[in-house]
Each structure stands twice: as structure tokens, then as C-alpha cells.
T-cell receptor, first 112, second 112 residues
Framework: RKEVEQDPGPFNVPEGATVAFNCTYS??????FFWYRQDCRKEPKLLMS???SGNEDGRFTAQLNRASQYISLLIRDSKLSDSATYLC?????????????FGAGTRLAVHP | DGGITQSPKYLFRKEGQNVTLSCEQN?????MYWYRQDPGQGLRLIYY???????QKGDIAEGYSVSREKKESFPLTVTSAQKNPTAFYLC???????????FGEGSWLTVV
């Protein structure tokens, strides 16, 4: 089983739709979680950190459920520019260093 | 502007040749990382370095080598021992006080 698992998609949604991605992790020692956005043939860029209390940044809301070991990302009022791959990332200490584990990503395609 | 610079962006290698990918950062970050990304897969850690003159193997270090002689520089050599080197290579760095890592724009390596 992969340490971080995501539905690969693609999620095809119309502009204005609300879409939610889930991500599950297997290592309960993971301390921090993030969502990164990766455009086609580009480097990943940090979208937002994920906190247990939930956090919101504009149209984006991230939630962490430690009991069930899953992370979610909600995008409201989807824009064409939201089309990208969204990577779920877990971070913990392993072997004395901060180790990041990346999911394979969920692809989102927003259409007119 | 501060950031991470990778070069070359595109590189073609003949089988049996070693190639070196450059990664330079002016963010004054201590930790630097090399990841490999294959289509439809998450990022996999090749090597990491937490401080100058020190580096450790990641999950897929075989066929790769690195050096960290300067804080700003963390070059990756893909040797002829790497049997399937065609991939997208990402260099990243992280500051001492932050959890966030920042990526360079990546290098596309193709074996011909």
C-alpha cells in the first residue's frame, strides 16, 4: 500500500462547479500535510498547508482528519485556471530528517 | 529574485553516458533535495542534503550521485548505471525554520 494515496482522476467539471479531492495516508506518524498544485510539465507549487482545524484560502478549503487518516481539498466556483494536477503531501520525521511523501496526484480539468 | 535554478531544462543522453544536472539556490536554505517524477506517478526522493558536505540516499539512489561542496549548489549526476533514467528531475530546497519546500523548474532528461 502506498503511503499517500489519491484518486488519479481526471475530474472533469464545468466552470463554477464545486469539486472535492480526498487523499489517504498510511503513516500515523506523519505530522504535517500540504496540497501542492502542478501544472503540465511544470514544477509543483505550494497551494496550502492543511491543519486539523481546517483552513480556508479564498475558494480553497483544506481539512485533515487524523482519526481516519485522510486529507481533503475543496474547490468552490471552479475556474478554467484551476485545471492542474493536485498533489497531496505528507511530512514526518524519518531517519532524522524531514521526509516528504508525495501522492501521485489528482488531475482536474475545468471546462467552459 | 531569490529562487532555485535548474539547468539544463532539456537534456538528451546517449546510453552509457553520465550526465550532470545543475541545481543552484540563493535562498540561503540548508536542506536540498533531488526528486524524480515519472508520468502518472508521485515524486520519489533520490538524494537529500541537510547541510554542506553532507548528503544521504533517498528511496531510489541507485545509479545516481551527488555532491554538496557549497550551500548554494547540489548537482546530481545520472550515471550509466541508472537503467531507466528518462524522467523529469526536480530539485528543491527548504529553510531551517519552515516546513515548506520550494522547487526549481525541473530538468527533462531523455535517453536516446
Amino acid at each position: 500500500r502506498k503511503e499517500v494515496e489519491q484518486d488519479p482522476g481526471p475530474f472533469n467539471v464545468p466552470e463554477g462547479a464545486t469539486v472535492a479531492f480526498n487523499c489517504t495516508y498510511s503513516n500515523s506518524a506523519s505530522q504535517s500535510f500540504f496540497w501542492y498544485r502542478q501544472d503540465c510539465r511544470k514544477e509543483p507549487k505550494l497551494l496550502m498547508s492543511v491543519y486539523s482545524s481546517g483552513n480556508e484560502d479564498g475558494r480553497f478549503t483544506a481539512q485533515l482528519n487524523r482519526a481516519s487518516q485522510y486529507i481533503s481539498l475543496l474547490i468552490r466556483d471552479s475556474k478554467l485556471s484551476d485545471s492542474a494536477t493536485y498533489l497531496c503531501v505528507g511530512q514526518g520525521v524519518s531517519g532524522g530528517y524531514n521526509k516528504l511523501i508525495f501522492g501521485a496526484g489528482t488531475r482536474l480539468a475545468v471546462h467552459p | 529574485d531569490g529562487g532555485i535554478t535548474q539547468s539544463p531544462k532539456y537534456l538528451f543522453r546517449k546510453e552509457g553516458q553520465n550526465v550532470t544536472l545543475s541545481c543552484e539556490q540563493n535562498l540561503n536554505h540548508d536542506a536540498m533535495y533531488w526528486y524524480r517524477q515519472d508520468p502518472g506517478q508521485g515524486l520519489r526522493l533520490i538524494y537529500y542534503s541537510q547541510i554542506v558536505n553532507d548528503f544521504q540516499k533517498g528511496d531510489i539512489a541507485e545509479g545516481y550521485s551527488v555532491s554538496r561542496e557549497k550551500k548554494e549548489s547540489f548537482p546530481l549526476t545520472v550515471t550509466s548505471a541508472q537503467k531507466n533514467p528518462t524522467a523529469f528531475y526536480l530539485c528543491a530546497s527548504r529553510g531551517a525554520s519552515g516546513n515548506t519546500i520550494y522547487f526549481g523548474e525541473g530538468s527533462w532528461l531523455t535517453v536516446v
